[in-house]
């Protein structure tokens, strides 16, 4: 069965910088967008960037200027390259690939 794997989340302070992986477990052709989603404690899970096959990409305004995602189309893998980072950014990070989902990596940024 197919999975996403998340990887690349730890602790970091703020201002620090880390970079979040998302691969396929296993062969997988997939052509759609991949995202990144993001749920912090006690909260709903929030759309956070998006990267189309063509490279187009999107962002929410928390972290627009701060955040850059992009793919990697021949291992069908994203990335999300997170600086300038804020303890409001703390939060599980998934990523998704419809109809897959990953089971999320902790980002935890201390202030």
């Known amino acids: 069965q197919v999975q996403l794997v998340e990887s690349g989340g730890g602790l970091v302070q703020a201002g620090g910088s880390l970079r979040l992986s998302c691969a396929p477990s296993g062969s997988l052709f997939n052509s759609n967008a991949m995202s990144w989603y993001r749920q912090a404690p006690g909260k709903q899970r929030v759309w956070v960037a998006s990267?189309?096959?063509?490279?187009?990409?999107n962002y929410a305004d928390s972290v627009k200027g701060r955040f850059i995602i992009s793919r990697d189309n021949a291992k069908n893998t994203a990335y999300l390259q997170m600086n300038s980072l804020e303890p409001e950014d703390t939060a599980v990070y998934y990523c998704?690939?419809?109809?897959?989902w990953g089971q999320g990596t902790q980002v935890t940024v201390s202030s």
């Open positions: 998704n690939q419809n109809p897959f």
């Open positions: 990267i189309t096959r063509g490279g187009t990409t």
